[in-house]
C-alpha cells in the first residue's frame, strides 16, 4: 500500500494516523502539486495505492483503511455531518489560503468575503461541540485535530477566539499518532 502525499496537508495527515492506528503495512511516498497533478485527476493529495486499487480522496481513503482494519469510520448521520462540517471548513480555509498566498486580496470579492464568514460560522458552531481531552479519538475528532493544527500553523485561524477548540487542540496534539505525524518544522 502506498499512500502519496505532503506532510503539511492536514488531509494526508489524517489518512497518516488512520494508517499508523490500523498497523498496515504502507510507504509514505511524499509528493508536492506538480506530481499530483499529474498522479491523480483531481489534482491534490492523498492518493492510495494499494495493488490494482487507486483512491483519490481522504474520505474514501479513510474508510477503506478503517474497514480493512476492521474498525469503525463514520458510524451515524450526526459524526457524518460534523465530519462534512469540518471538511467544508477546511476547504474554504484551504481556498482561502491559496489565494492569499497567490496575492488575491480576499476582502475585495463578495465570493471569498462568504468563504471567511463560512469558516466563522463552522467554526462558532464546532466550538458548541463537547470534545474528548483524551483519547482514543474517532475520526470526526481527528479531522478536526488536523484542520485546527493546521490552521493555526498556517496562520489562517486565531484559535484563542475559540476556548473550547483550542483546549482540544491542546489536547489531542499529545496524542502519539498525532506527534508522530507533525509536520517538520
Not at 22 to 28: G, N
Not at 63 to 74: A, Q, T
Not at 111 to 130: C, G, P, V, W
Not at 144 to 152: D, E, T
Request: proline share 5%.
Amino acid at each position: 500500500m502506498k499512500l502519496y502525499g505532503s506532510y503539511t496537508s492536514p488531509f494526508v495527515r489524517h489518512c497518516r494516523i488512520a494508517l499508523l492506528e490500523s498497523t498496515l503495512d504502507y510507504e509514505f511516498i511524499e509528493t508536492d502539486q506538480v506530481a499530483s497533478a499529474t498522479l491523480s485527476p483531481t489534482k491534490r493529495v492523498p492518493l492510495l495505492q494499494d495493488g490494482e486499487l487507486t483512491l483519490h480522496d481522504s474520505s474514501a481513503i479513510l474508510r477503506y483503511i478503517r474497514n480493512k482494519s476492521d474498525k469503525p469510520f463514520i458510524e451515524g448521520a450526526v459524526e457524518l455531518d460534523q465530519y462534512c462540517l469540518i471538511n467544508t471548513a477546511l476547504d474554504s480555509t484551504i481556498n482561502l489560503f491559496f489565494l492569499t498566498r497567490d496575492g488575491v486580496d480576499i476582502e475585495q470579492f463578495d465570493y471569498t468575503k462568504r468563504q471567511a464568514q463560512r469558516i466563522d460560522s463552522i467554526l462558532t458552531e464546532l466550538e458548541q461541540l463537547k470534545l474528548p481531552l483524551n483519547g482514543p479519538f474517532n475520526d470526526v475528532q481527528l479531522r478536526l485535530g488536523c484542520y485546527l493544527s493546521w490552521a493555526v500553523f498556517r496562520q489562517r485561524i486565531k484559535i484563542a477566539d475559540y476556548p473550547r477548540l483550542a483546549l482540544f487542540l491542546t489536547s489531542i496534539e499529545q496524542d502519539p499518532c498525532f506527534i508522530e505525524t507533525a509536520p517538520p518544522v
